[in-house]
Structures are given as C-alpha cells and as structure tokens.
C-alpha cells in the first residue's frame, strides 16, 4: 500500500474533480488518474463512479475512505513520534484553543514549554469551538483545551478536567455597584451588561446561572470579543462576568472593579480533549503535563 495513493484519494474525495486535485498535490492530472487507478486495482474494485466528466465517491470509496484516512493519520503519528523520540527535543506540537483559553491561559505554559524545548515547532489554533471540534475530527490538531460547558462526543473523545475557571462580575471605578458593600443578584438587571453573541458557550453558561437565580438581563449588549468585552467595562459601556484570570492586570491596577455577589458563585471547568484513538506524540504528552501550573500560577 503507498502512502501517496491513499493521499492523493483523500484529496480526490473532498474536490470531486481530477483538475482542482491535481493543482492541490502539485502535480499533473494524468498522475492523480494514475494514482487512483492503481490504488482500484490494488484493492480490486472501483472506488468512484464516473459519469461525464463528474465524478463521485460511490459506495466501496465511502467504506474505504475512513481506513485511507487512519493509515494516513497513523504513518504520520508515527514519523513524528520516531523523530521526536530519536531527537529528544524536535518535533511539532499542533492544538486547538478556545479564544479566552489561548489568549489568557496558555502563553505561561507556551512560555515554560518552550524554555524546555526549544526545537519543538508550535501551532496554536485559536478559533471557535465548533470550527476547533471539527479539526480535532479531521486530525489537523492533536488536541484541543476548552471550557467544559462545551458538549463533545464522549465516544470518540476523551475529556480530562485540570483547572476551575471563576467568571466575576467587573464594572469601572465609580460604579454605583461598585460602592454597595452588599450587592444582591437581582441589582445587576437595572444596567447593562456586555456578553457574548446567543450560541456562545459562555453566553449560555452564564444565562443559565442568571436564571437559577431568577435574574433576568433585558438590557445588555453583544459583544464578540472578550478582550473588546474587557475594553467596553474599562470604558463604561458596561458591566460584565469575566474570568477573574482575564482581569487579574486589570483588578490589581485598579481600572477595574471585582463586585461581589452574596449567593452567586459562577465557576466553569477548563479541560483538554483528545481522540481516543490517537496516540500522542511526545511533544503533546510534554505539554500536557504542564497545564496543571495554570492554576498554581493563578493562585501566587
């Protein structure tokens, strides 16, 4: 079995079309014909169906695709894992993370990773978490680290929880709620509070906190970003629930002001998700190991 055919079939399954394949895999198209060719008479029967100059994946080609692609994914699992291992040091570590994740939480551990392995190329996707569950799918990363209010599929992903996140509630110096020694929950309803877009995991974790106890947020604006969330409390637009980690700068320099809430208590778990048919490399095993000093980190 070559590696190269079954590529050159996966690519072919995703254009549908010799031409787009060809210029893809930098090569010509009577290649590609060729390559998927062979592969059909290796396996002894047609893996696409041709009808004019269209083609489609037919019914043996959708049985065999998932089999070419962990062949794939387990010849370069274990290049990258004999090289990693033959070096000590050298190798790539691809993952996935969520934007609060990425933004706040993983460059100490980046940092403290890459004093130890200086050689090891790093690839952090910072994106949403459907797009990030999806790459985690197609094998683009190894691994992803997000919030546990995100729902995967426990039978195909196995989900490890490492530290507690705590969202509280931040508003500018000279904030009425900023005076009151003791604020109740139901005083939040009378300003506006800034939030995620509906659909955001965070936004509906949140929501479901409120309503437990029985706060209803007619007046708030949807803010995309959390560090324009961030930006828009420094700048009285509003208030909001930030991680108390996103705002520690902020809190000890006083541009922003932690309320505290009697009774309302919003903490979400920030976990780390893998394939469970996946096995590792080094260098994703290395920083694994050091995400625990997040919370070591948050608590000096």
Known sequence: MNIGRLR??????????????????FCSQPTVSMQIRTLEEELGCVLFD???????LNQQG???????EKIINLWQESKDNAQQISSGEQGTLAFGASNFVGVYLIPSILNSFKTSYTKVKVNIQIRSSPTLLKQLENNDVEF????????????????????QDELILVVPPGHPLAEKQNVQPYMIENYTLLWKPKHSATREF?????KGHLISISNYMEISSLEAIKQGVIHSLGIAFISRFAVS???KSGILKHVF???LNIKRGIMYVTRKDKILSPAAKRFISLLPMIKEQNSS
Not at 8 to 25: C, D, G, Q, R
Not at 50 to 56: F, L, P, S, T
Not at 144 to 162: A, C, G, M, P, R
Not at 206 to 210: A, D, F, G, I, K
């Open 50 to 56: 041709r009808v004019g100059k269209k083609i489609h």
């Open 261 to 263: 809430i009697s009774d």
């Open 144 to 163: 992803l680290v997000l919030s546990d209010k995100i729902k995967v599929n426990e039978n195909h992903y196995q989900t490890n929880l490492f530290y």
């Open 249 to 251: 700068q902020e809190l």
């Open 62 to 68: 959708e049985a065999f695709k998932p089999y070419a």
């Open 206 to 210: 949140l929501e479901q906190m409120l």
């Open 8 to 25: 050159t079939f996966i690519v072919l399954t995703e254009y549908l079309n010799f031409s787009e394949a060809a210029e893809y895999l």
